[in-house]
């Protein structure tokens, strides 16, 4: 790479003080050093929370062009380093200074630290969990500055990072995740960075794919503290996944990289990020294209018919951290109950909620945490078929002791009525279900709620035949606590509440591959309340139930975000005149459905499904 003219920083005698810096050539913007850097420290830019629980405030040092009126400028994020264990944002200061000066607007963060030591690679939990503190507090700072882009005058999609040593480890584990952030505040908004520069680090080869940023990589030959092979196979990694890298090594040289090489580093560095940042032809971040999720603690409109009930089908994707989504009346105060539920940042959740739309024919979602929503409309309640109530809590166990496993706790409601309840199963601790039957039953003959491990959240409906003293009652395979929503009432009639009846348990022979079809039969010419599981999944993937012979994927039933998963929801399954109805697996899984109840004539009016919404293309 050719040498770039850098002129030499100073002020002249007689300039005026604050005003940009006269240099001897034409300088080049985000190239040559035209400006003194202004400095503002101790800026706050998230909150955490440490390894002893406390709460602690995420700063940094703050670095601008002095006298500069640009707009749209691009920023450069730095992280010292020290063992992951020590060091603070004073004691690395130049590549913020260098790039200030050059026009960028540049940071100096300090980030969570451990309470000893961690040598790369890292290989024990707490060292696992120290290093992603430190990524999750960078990928904090890169949605601060995006968050306060308008103020800062920067452009939110041309943003990089670096770092030296557990600063380096830390940019790569920021670039090999693009938007895959950890949990933080700031949450949506993008992580996704341009590049990231590495001095003495290294990260996963394994966690690089073709949509994370590449690097620009200054290595000591003898480093042995980022062993200079570990920092090899990352490279490699990265251009095996056809990303941008620039590889530097240093003969001789160890993990402190001497002074008598920075030149060479200094240079190529700075063309690097021009090239990539500065003046690519466009914005570098994958976040171009991709809609930010809907910010924490919003409330998204739907619009549907006034004032009456309808089934809808709801989707939490790539939420950014554990919390609920919840349909309630817009403007309306949130929290009394829950539609949704997810317990990891990064799942898919699905699951079926009755929506009264209000006399605007307006209804609204509120989720919790950041994520995106995807609304489809599966039906319509005919007038006078479903009595639907304010939300009101039947039971929650988390104000007490949890019940233990193999316990039937009971909900209560109208009695000889057919309720509609959202359940929710938390704090499992272990694989294992939850079942609504009579009080005193068997259980084992179905289930409407699935864990495939231990402190899992999952929430569902169920429709609940309340016998004639107004009890039903919730089976727990394993201990768990359990909360109960009822939404509403079949009016007497409307619904044929049978004993609920498998249709298909796959499980019985061969898992059905992806992209097969698998019928099932019930009464024709009906609508059916039916529970579906997916059990032993292959990959992430969906199932949808259809007609018979009608192409998949406009919509789905459950959702599966990785293999090994158990996942049950329930579906408004419309049985055609021949009885028959298929159900479509995206991926290898096993099914297991039953048959709740039906549908009276005339009670429901089944739509082909139709989107409300999607923020994922909004």
Not at 386 to 402: H, I, K, Q
Not at 415 to 428: C, D, H, K, L
Not at 570 to 586: E, I, K
């Amino acid at each position: 790479m050719a040498a770039v003219a850098v002129a030499a920083l100073g002020v002249g005698v007689g300039a005026t003080p604050g005003a940009p810096i006269q240099v001897a050539t034409a300088a080049t913007r985000y190239l040559d050093p035209i400006f003194l850097p202004d400095v503002q420290r101790d800026v706050v830019y998230g909150t955490a929370t440490a390894a002893d629980g406390s709460v602690v405030q995420l700063r940094l040092d703050l670095y601008t062009p002095r006298g500069d009126t640009a707009t749209d400028r691009p920023v450069f994020v730095f992280a010292h380093g020290g063992f992951f264990f020590t060091g603070d944002k004073s004691t690395t200061v130049v590549w913020a200074q260098r790039m200030a000066q050059r026009g960028y607007v540049a940071a100096s963060i300090n980030y969570r630290l451990g309470s000893s030591p961690v040598l790369y690679p890292v290989d024990t939990p707490t060292e696992f969990q120290v290093v992603n503190d430190a990524r999750a507090d960078m990928q904090t700072a890169v949605r601060w500055f995006r968050a306060n882009a308008a103020s800062l005058r920067i452009d939110p999609d041309r943003i990089a990072v670096g770092g030296t040593s557990a600063g380096a480890v830390t940019a790569l584990g920021v670039a090999a995740n693009a938007d895959a952030p950890l949990p933080g505040d700031h949450e949506e908004f993008s992580s996704a960075v341009c590049t990231a520069v590495s001095f003495s680090g290294a990260n996963d080869p394994a966690a690089f794919g073709p949509l994370d940023a590449g690097a620009i990589f200054h290595h000591g030959e003898l480093d042995t503290i980022v062993p200079t092979a570990q920092a090899i196979a990352t490279r490699d990694a990265m251009t095996a996944a056809g990303l941008p890298v620039a590889w530097y090594e240093y003969p001789g040289e160890g993990h402190e990289l001497s002074d008598a090489s920075i030149n060479a580093r200094v240079q190529p560095t700075i063309q690097w990020l021009y090239d990539r940042v500065a003046t690519a032809a466009y914005p570098c971040s994958p976040a171009v294209g991709q809609l930010a999720r809907v910010p924490a603690g919003r409330q998204t409109e739907m619009v549907g018919e006034a004032d009456r009930s309808a089934v809808v089908s709801l989707v939490s994707v790539d939420n950014v951290a554990p919390g609920f989504v919840q349909v309630l009346p817009c403007g309306a105060v949130a929290g009394g109950s829950s539609n949704l539920n997810a317990d990891a940042a990064g799942q898919i959740r699905s699951g079926l909620a009755v929506v009264r739309f209000d006399g605007s024919g307006k209804a609204c979602l509120f989720n919790q945490r950041a994520t995106h929503l995807v609304a489809d409309l599966q039906g319509w309640f005919a007038p006078g078929a479903f009595d639907d109530v304010a939300d009101l809590r039947l039971l929650d166990t988390r104000s007490g002791p949890r019940p233990a496993p193999g316990t039937q706790t009971q909900i209560s409601g109208r009695p000889n009525a057919t309720g509609v309840v959202s359940i929710v199963m938390t704090e499992t601790d272990a694989a294992g279900y939850v079942q609504v039957l009579p009080c005193g039953a068997a259980a084992g003959g179905s289930s409407n709620l699935n864990a495939d491990a231990a402190r899992q959240t999952r929430s569902g409906l169920a429709f609940v035949r309340f016998d004639a003293a107004g009890r039903a009652c919730l089976f727990n395979q394993r201990g768990a606590h359990l909360v109960a929503d009822l939404q509403g009432y079949m009016v007497d009639g409307s619904f044929d509440d049978v004993t609920d009846d498998r249709v298909l348990d796959t499980r019985e022979g061969a898992r059905p591959g992806g992209g097969s079809v698998t019928e099932i039969s019930g009464r024709a010419g009906t609508t059916a309340v039916v529970s579906i599981v997916a059990t032993d999944t292959s990959a992430a993937g969906y199932v949808q139930v259809l007609p018979c012979g009608t192409a998949p994927g406009g919509s789905s039933n459950l959702n599966v975000d990785a293999s090994g998963q158990t996942i049950a929801g329930l579906a408004f399954v419309r049985f055609g005149d021949d009885g028959r109805v298929c159900v479509f697996t995206q991926r290898s899984t096993h099914l297991v459905v039953d048959v709740q109840g039906y549908l009276a004539g005339g009670a429901f009016v089944d739509v082909p499904d139709d989107r409300l919404l999607d923020t994922r293309t909004r």
